[in-house]
């Protein structure tokens, strides 16, 4: 009964109710219906997964320490998850939404995230976490605007609004896993969207989005595809860098950006052009043919079309790692910073563990594999933070299967296993992602921001650490590795908790690509980590289990 009054009270609003309980931080409640549906984003019917009908899924507008709670109505006809991608959950691993840390929702039930998007401002998004099913939808935008208090280094835009690009497959979601079952790549997409679309450009598009001569305007940029790097550019206008995956940045100026797959950038643009149409483009990088998607931008007095001249991208990734060296943190910013110990002296902290991790691709059984460090992931049937909070980690995976060191030279053997990282509470550590392969790789951290201090090629030593850039590395949770190089990032794992490291390309981890990270708090406090929720889906060996003793203070 109390579960069907709670279920009834956050079904009576299904966008967005405000409640503020006993003086906490505001409360909003939203109630999501996932069912599959027929989309045409590239002209073919397919099959798409639709969050309240809409493809892509609602766009969460919410602010610092703000209270999420999501009742998510599982309607497809397998099970799923969803995760938030950049949403630090601090202390609360529990709601990450990845099947290293939770049951997936059943078809025909629900479940009920809450979460606090706590001390943290900036631009992300969400997706599903299970099967292929990012590749048929169910992604939207999750944006944390900065508390009122806290001054923003810039003046209030006309607007805000979130571009979500990414590449995108024409085959169903069922039949790209199968794909991946049987051993074979998903090979190349087969176009780009913007926001789930992409114009026509033969006149009858309607205009993405809308600006007023004269006015500046915030475009939160996400690339939510599956593989492909993508090149993001406006038609005739310059773009001004302001924050980058929570960290507001020195405010340059792109003509256009590059955005890695998971990544998310804030950039200004001033509608300062002759009134028409324009395009906002983006198109892949670092393969041989090119694919566009566009939308179209128009001024509100707009007299006339888009030119058919795009203007064009840039070649090579030489050209996107000499980008990268020019973001920086604004340190003069004020903003959100939850880990204030490092915030503005990382480069002197001492570094107390190493990890170097070099990803490989192999033949395991006659089918294709990734792995790390020799060990390819996969999830086993309870959830590794539910077997390690039971007491019953030995009985399902094993800590440490991988070497500090990375891979040895010439190492071929390929270990198909749960690949779990034991971490101590509060040290400070540096990994280094060395990738031996000639494709580009982007990495993903949940339940932190790392300080991306360097991106070089060749291959790591600790000589290298001469390059880091120790003062204003901006504080972000994704980062991009080119082919032939490695990339340096430090963090202090102050989040206890079960946290996913993983390829943000959805092949390379529904392949092994991935490990997590277990960072236990030796005291077993509240104050360091949330007990299980009530409503904590159970399954695999902890199914039956009685509940271990809750932390206390």
């Not at 993508?230 to 507001?248: A, C, D, I």
């Not at 405010?251 to 324009?278: I, M, P, R, W």
Request: charged share 20%.
């Amino acid at each position: 009964m109390a579960r069907l009054m709670f279920t009834a009270l956050l079904c009576l609003s299904a966008a967005a109710m405000m409640a503020t309980v006993r003086g906490e931080d505001p409360y909003f409640f939203f109630t999501w219906n996932v069912t599959y549906g027929t989309i045409s984003p590239l002209g073919v019917p397919q099959q798409g997964i639709l969050i309240n009908g809409q493809f892509p899924g609602p766009n969460i507008n919410s602010t610092s320490n703000n209270n999420l709670v999501i009742n998510v109505f599982n309607n497809l006809d397998e099970p799923f998850l969803l995760h938030w991608s950049g949403i630090q959950h601090r202390k609360n691993s529990w709601q990450d939404g990845l099947l290293g840390t939770n049951c997936p929702i059943q078809p025909g039930t629900n479940f009920t995230y809450h979460f606090q998007v706590k001390d943290q401002i900036g631009s992300f998004f969400y997706y599903p976490s299970t099967a292929m099913h990012r590749a048929a939808g169910g992604f939207g935008g999750l944006r944390i605007n900065s508390r009122l208090l806290i001054p923003v280094p810039y003046a209030d835009p006309e607007d805000d609004y979130t571009v979500l690009i990414g590449d995108w497959y024409t085959k169903s979601h069922t039949t790209l896993k199968q794909y991946l079952d049987s051993g074979r790549s998903i090979a190349r997409p087969d176009g780009v969207l913007i926001n789930g679309k992409t114009a026509k450009g033969d006149g009858t598009d309607e205009p993405l989005f809308t600006m007023k001569p004269g006015k500046t305007y915030k475009y939160r940029v996400c690339n939510v595809g599956l593989k492909s790097s993508l090149n993001f550019r406006f038609q005739g206008h310059t773009m001004k860098l302001v924050e980058m995956e929570g960290s507001h940045t020195v405010q340059n100026d792109y003509q256009s950006l590059d955005v890695h797959v998971g990544q998310c950038f804030s950039v200004l643009v001033t509608a300062n052009q002759e009134s028409k149409d324009y395009y906002m483009v983006a198109s892949t990088r670092f393969i041989k043919n090119v694919l566009v998607g566009k939308g179209i931008v128009r001024y509100t007095d707009g007299k006339g079309p888009a030119s058919p001249e795009i203007p064009e991208a840039p070649v090579g990734w030489a050209w996107s790692l000499n980008q990268f060296r020019t973001f920086r943190w604004n340190l003069t910013a004020s903003a959100a910073r939850p880990n204030p110990q490092g915030s503005y002296h990382y480069g002197s902290i001492n570094i107390t563990r190493t990890i170097k991790l070099v990803n490989s691709a192999s033949k395991v059984d006659g089918k294709l594999r990734y792995a790390i460090n020799g060990v390819s992931h996969v999830d086993p049937e309870t959830p590794l933070k539910l077997a390690e909070y039971f007491g019953i980690a030995d009985k399902v995976f094993k800590y440490d299967t991988i070497s500090d060191e990375g891979l040895a030279e010439g190492a071929t053997t390929v270990t198909v296993a749960p690949n779990v990282v034991n971490a101590t509470f509060r040290d400070f550590i540096e990994i280094i992602f060395e990738n031996h392969e000639k494709s580009l790789q982007s990495w993903h951290l949940d339940g932190y921001s790392f300080f991306a201090v360097a991106i070089e090629p060749g291959r790591w030593s600790p000589e290298k650490r001469a390059n880091y850039n120790l003062l204003d590395a901006v504080s972000r949770h994704t980062i991009q590795v080119f082919p032939k190089s490695w990339a340096a990032i430090l963090l202090t794992f102050d989040n206890a908790g079960m946290w996913n490291l993983r390829s943000e390309l959805t092949e390379n981890r529904y392949l092994g690509s991935q490990l997590y990270i277990s960072v236990l708090s030796p005291a077993r406090s509240l104050r360091d980590e949330y007990n299980i929720p009530d409503n904590t889906l159970l399954c695999g060996l902890v199914k039956d289990m009685p509940m271990p003793k809750p932390y206390t203070i």
